[in-house]
């Protein structure tokens, strides 16, 4: 069998570190906050090149406590992707805020920055342009028209840690950035956890209040806030594992440089790196035009395979919207009926990585074809 990913390879890499870290917490009995939490603070912001850094207890909780920290009021707009997971739009509804939808560019599964302007409206407070798969959209253009029409901008960066756009690490590129550390991140916790980034000393400020049930003081709360705290004993775990963050990411890229290779005269679609930008690959997704297909006859050979995502939100039930129908956004919905992701991750070998793609090139006059152009 050869997985989608392995937490536990990862965790045998690093257990002595983890587990000293685990045990230096339980010795110290301080279990919520302390130095753990703020030294992944800083040691995060730093590797983001950022100022600030908020540690919460989900990517899903940093984006709710950014869209507050921005100032994001009901009834307010936001625009943001429908092919995404749907903690980005859920967010958006903690706050009060309306979704309003933009298609994704073909090539990348970003936001398309072309359709942009014509979604804004006089009610539109922020963009919330998702890196998905690992690859920063393109945010130049999305600054340029945030400025413009005085919008906040908001990463979410969830599947980015260490994405890189014209020499700016994701999070530090917007006004606020949003991490997950969900385990199959490609910096995971064993268990939940997230991270706001900021240079904007009120958001970190009012933020940070927020995960805390907004206390100043203990039992003195300033705001009415939430509890969002991440675990110390995550926060540690985190920390080791920030410092194997670059090596990690440099083997999923040579994984997924390897597979660009073995899969260039296939009938798949490979993931499109933009110029000038750092793809680190949480998910290396292709596409192929019969799918199910392809993922059955995978699964049948012991390959795991998933798909991010198989329907996109304003055609799922929990999030339907009189505002969209099928057909809006025809690009995410095409996405949705052909993506796949392929096993990635820094523990596997070369050796894998061939197996896949040789199936893929087996299977490819049965099952499939996509076109690469």
């Not at 260490?162 to 385990?183: K, L, M, T, V």
Request: aromatic fraction near 8%; include cysteine; charge should be negative.
């Amino acid at each position: 069998m050869i997985r989608l990913l392995d937490l536990a390879a990862e965790y045998h890499e690093l257990k002595t570190e983890i587990d000293a870290a685990v045990g230096r917490v339980l010795e110290s009995g301080h279990f919520v906050g302390g130095h753990e939490v703020t030294a992944l603070e800083e040691e995060f912001a730093s590797y983001c090149g950022v100022q600030h850094g908020v540690a919460v207890n989900s990517g899903t909780s940093a984006l709710h406590l950014a869209l507050l920290a921005a100032g994001i009021q009901p009834g307010d707009e936001v625009i943001t992707v429908p092919f995404t997971f749907y903690a980005t739009v859920a967010a958006i509804g903690y706050a009060g805020a309306i979704p309003l939808y933009v298609d994704i560019d073909p090539a990348t599964f970003n936001i398309d920055v072309s359709k942009i302007e014509a979604a804004i409206t006089a009610r539109t407070r922020a963009i919330l342009p998702v890196h998905l798969y690992g690859q920063c959209a393109d945010m130049d253009p999305i600054l340029e028209i945030a400025r413009r029409h005085k919008l906040i901008v908001i990463e979410d960066a969830a599947q980015a840690h260490g994405a890189e756009y014209h020499g700016r690490r994701a999070g530090g590129i917007g006004d606020i950035g949003c991490f997950s550390f969900y385990p199959t991140k490609n910096l995971g916790a064993a268990g939940e956890g997230g991270m706001l980034t900021t240079n904007n000393p009120e958001y970190a400020r009012t933020a940070a209040l927020l995960r805390s049930w907004g206390e100043e003081q203990r039992y003195r709360p300033r705001l009415k806030g939430y509890n969002y705290r991440l675990p110390a004993i995550q926060a540690a775990i985190l920390r080791v594992k920030l410092r194997s963050l670059e090596h990690w990411i440099e083997a999923r890229r040579a994984f997924a440089a390897e597979y660009d290779r073995l899969l260039e005269d296939s009938s798949v679609a490979r993931p499109q790196a933009t110029p000038d930008s750092r793809h680190v690959y949480c998910l290396y997704t292709i596409r192929a035009s019969n799918r199910d297909g392809l993922q059955r006859s995978l699964e049948a050979a012991g390959i795991q395979t998933a798909v991010h995502y198989p329907l996109p939100i304003h055609l799922m039930a929990a999030y339907a919207d009189v505002r969209y129908k099928a057909g809006d956004f025809p690009v995410a919905e095409d996405s949705a009926r052909t993506v796949l992701s392929l096993p990635l991750y820094p523990q596997m070998t070369t050796s894998h990585v061939e197996q896949v793609a040789s199936n893929i090139s087996k299977l490819a006059p049965r099952v499939l074809s996509y076109s690469n152009r």
